[in-house]
């Protein structure tokens, strides 16, 4: 069975980095475009950034555009996600998605990131 | 750019129906079938319930139907049960230059 889980997640101050990882299973990774997810605590989901199968489209949400990375590995069927210049507004819970052409339709369980000094 | 608008909250008794709306814009709901519907119980990661406007994955109760008319998805449960106690969440492709999907602002389903 498709199986998704993510890692990396911790506290960080605000300026600080952080990579997290998204170990998957049970499908062919190499054939699937991934997304990360977040939603900070209490409040909705938010669509962070997308990468093609190939690694070779990546879209960003404005909010994390020259802050975050999204790459994958699909030799180690893994999807990641550096941030860098984390801000207190990045705390939230962050999952990886598979994603085909229109919807992600299998979500890990969600790794938290706390921005806070 | 704004999230999609959704109820903050939608309650029924068992057995009876709910529809919960999902509105956006010419740019994203009503621009593409690419509507979903996401149900997240608490501390839980969310799940697809409909794709593509109103396509179910499999293994999706028959119970959860989707629809759109213009700029506004609908999602309708109908036979409410208690497992059906959730958050959802709408989501759509948008032609926006600033993102590639925008979700729902999200509904508490309430079971009376």
Known sequence: QVQLVES????????????????????TFSDYYMSWIRQAPGKG?????????????????????????????NAKNSLYLQMNSL??????????????????????????????? | QS?????????GSPGQSITISCTGTSSDVGGYNY????QQHPGKAPKLMIYDVSNRPSGVSNRFSGSK???TAS??????????????YCSSYTSSSTRLYVFGTGTKVTVL
């Open chain 2, 3 to 11: 999230a999609l608008t959704q109820p903050a909250s939608v309650s």
């Open chain 1, 45 to 73: 989901l938010e669509w962070v950034s997308y990468i093609s199968s190939s690694g070779s489209t990546i879209y960003y949400a404005d909010s994390v555009k020259g802050r975050f990375t999204i790459s994958r590995d």
């Open chain 2, 69 to 71: 008319s213009g700029n």
């Open chain 1, 87 to 117: 801000r207190a507004e990045d705390t939230a819970v962050y999952y990886c998605a598979r994603h085909t052409v229109t919807n992600s339709d299998y979500w890990g369980q969600g790794t938290l990131v706390t921005v806070s000094s």
């Open chain 1, 8 to 27: 990396g997640g911790g506290l960080v101050k605000p300026g600080g980095s952080l990579r997290l990882s998204c170990a998957a299973s049970g499908f």
């Open chain 2, 75 to 88: 999602l309708t449960i109908s036979g409410l049960q208690a497992e059906d106690e959730a958050d959802y």
């Open chain 2, 35 to 38: 509507v979903s519907w996401y």
